[in-house]
Nanobody
């Protein structure tokens, strides 16, 4: 059974930090691209950061560049999202998701991903 389980969310003041974890099981983790997405109330789910399995290449949307860092530990089947200098606009439910890479993969597209976690709430107070 495939599982993705996020943890590490919580309430933090603006300027603070959180580290999210995404623990995976049930598939060949090191082969998959892992994406972090977030969804704020009343808004569409959006991609935040992505990490390849093959070479560990990382990608970020402009709004989090320089503040968020994604990493993975293939031995532990876990991906992390270190979030620093948090802003109130980062408030959302954060999800991790997994997809097997293919030549036309659009990492930022929700529809591309095969597996999803249940999400973890991040709330940043001003």
């Amino acid at each position: 059974e495939v599982q993705l389980v996020e943890s590490g969310g919580g309430l933090v003041q603006a300027g603070g930090s959180l580290r999210l974890s995404c623990a995976a099981s049930g598939f060949t983790f090191h082969d998959y691209v892992i994406g972090w997405f977030r969804q704020a109330p009343g808004k569409e789910r959006e991609g935040v950061s992505f990490i390849k399995g093959s070479d560990g290449g990382t990608y970020y949307v402009d709004s989090v560049k320089g503040r968020f860092t994604v990493s993975r530990d293939n031995a532990k089947n876990t991906v992390y999202l270190q979030m620093n200098s948090l802003k109130p606009e980062d408030t959302a439910v954060y999800y991790c998701a997994a997809v097997q890479p293919h030549p036309s993969l659009r990492m930022g597209s929700v529809a591309e991903y095969d597996y999803w976690g249940q999400g973890t709430q991040v709330t940043v107070s001003s």
